[in-house]
């Protein structure tokens, strides 16, 4: 554990070794416009000009953003910019001395608007631009989306948000999950652990999902060994160990304002923070092999949204899979 937390050390964790190919980790060109704390926007220009719609795109909130940008052509954002969109990541980054208090509506009503002024300015968008803007999240980037598009429709902003993408985005928590019987645990007082940290160690987090599966890392480490001699399969198992233990640590203030109400409350199938006021069209992709957001999680979007439209689309595979598969990356 000791021995990964040097990756933290290391910004966005574009690592270099000599047994890795320079395209293994290699990002797509970007810029930066706005920083603030930990938190820095980036922008992706589009492929074709002029953009015909722009992507703003939340990442989760535990690990570093870059599984939406891995190289070797197996990038999300790679092919959005390729399809003619601009993207607009937001990299929440490793919380320090600013993320001190940093709650829930200091990141979406104070920081995320502070940086959309930002990028209106860098961005060929304007804040009320006809062309289509899609507000994407990833994982509890996708809470984070839907609790910023909230924010939006309550409060008449002038923001144009077209239609609202959440991918693998827990919803309802009140299933067998593991992760769920775990935090709903009567003796554990999530509100009091969490005011004995500054922040929740990274550490802590990995070793919580490691022991979803025990054997899923034994078992990964036996596959790389059966297929050592395929380069496409080993550069990608790679990619993959590389980021899964390049970890972020958490928020104390953001792990009581979110993930507390979440997982304690099942607020987000509750209309969290006037959710349920959305009217967007909205589309959410998941997983069927999903150990850490179940199906049934997922889905529960639409009764949790009742005003908006929604396309559900299912995957084969795991959390990530989604994310990571051809079929996303070309089709969805």
Known sequence: MRALGLLERIPNSRLTKPWLSSELLEASPSRVVFREGSLQVKIYQSHETPARG??????????????????????????????????????????????????????????????????????????????????????????????????????????????????TTPIDTENSALLNTWFQTPEWDPHRFAQSLETIPWPLLQASFLMLRPTMTPRRWLQFARHLTERDYRESWLQMEIWSNDNISFSSELFKDLLVPMYRDNAFAKGFRSIDRIRLPVFSVAALDDHIVPIESSRALKSALPLASHEFYELSGGHIGAVLSKRTREKI
């Open 54 to 167: 722009q992507v703003l795109l939340f990442p989760s909130l535990i690990n570093r953003p870059y599984i939406l940008d891995l190289g070797r052509g197996r990038s999300l954002i790679g092919a959005l910019v390729r399809s003619g969109l601009e993207v607009v990541l937001f990299d929440w980054g490793q919380p320090g001395e600013a993320e001190r208090d940093l709650g829930l509506s200091g990141l979406i009503a104070g920081r995320v608007p502070r940086a959309l002024t930002s990028v209106h300015a860098a961005s060929e968008f304007g804040e009320s631009d006809e062309r289509p803007r899609t507000l994407m999240g990833h994982c509890l980037g996708g809470n984070l989306a839907l609790l910023f598009a909230a924010q939006v429709e309550i409060s008449n902003s002038s923001l144009s948000l077209d239609r609202l993408v959440c991918l």
